[in-house]
Each structure stands twice: as C-alpha cells, then as structure tokens.
C-alpha cells in the first residue's frame, strides 16, 4: 500500500481574478486526495469566488467547477469538505471576483 503523508497542498494565498494559475498538482507519480478548502474574505465587501478541478488539457470553466462561484460575505470565510483526487496531470485553480479579496487554503493527502 502506498504511503499517505499528510499536507498543505495550498498555503495561504490570495486570489486573482484569472483561473490560469496552476495552485496545486501532485508532482509525478504521487495521487492527492483534497480533503478541505478554506475560503475567507478578510474584506469589508462582498466577493465571488470559483474553484475548478482541471484535468489535463482541460480548462477552468463550467465543467469543472468543484465550487462554483458563490459569493463570500466581508469578514468570513467557509470551509468545504471533500474528498476529490487529484492526479498528477491533473490541476487545482482558482478565481476571485476581485483580485486580493478572497485568500485560499487547501489541505490533503498525497500517496507515492
């Protein structure tokens, strides 16, 4: 059986408003398994937010949208369970309605 080590698959970051960025993929070889997102909107003013589970050559839109544009309220966050895997050609993005509004955390397990 393949060892599970706990991790961070996303410090800390806050979000732009373009999708393009790559937040997370497990290096080659390796599965992750996110178990949580943490969303919070640190702000006074409201601001939407999109999570998308890319696969490869895959783009970030509708389809694979994991958590589709909701909308945070200033000052307060969600957390979001799950338990989606994440192969190695596989990508993790993210959007915010506005840029610096929304900051993003991701925990997981990653198996080698």
Known sequence: MAAATPKRMVDPI???TSASATLYAPTSGVIGVIKEIVLSNPTANA???S???VPSGGTAGNSTAIIPGITLSGNSFG???FSQVIGSSDALKASA???TTITMTVSGVEYA
Do not use: E, I, K, M
Request: proline share 7%.
């Open 47 to 49: 601001a939407t937010v």
């Open 51 to 53: 999570v998308f589970l």
């Open 97 to 99: 309605s506005a840029a």
């Open 14 to 16: 806050q979000l732009g």
């Open 79 to 81: 957390t979001f369970p």
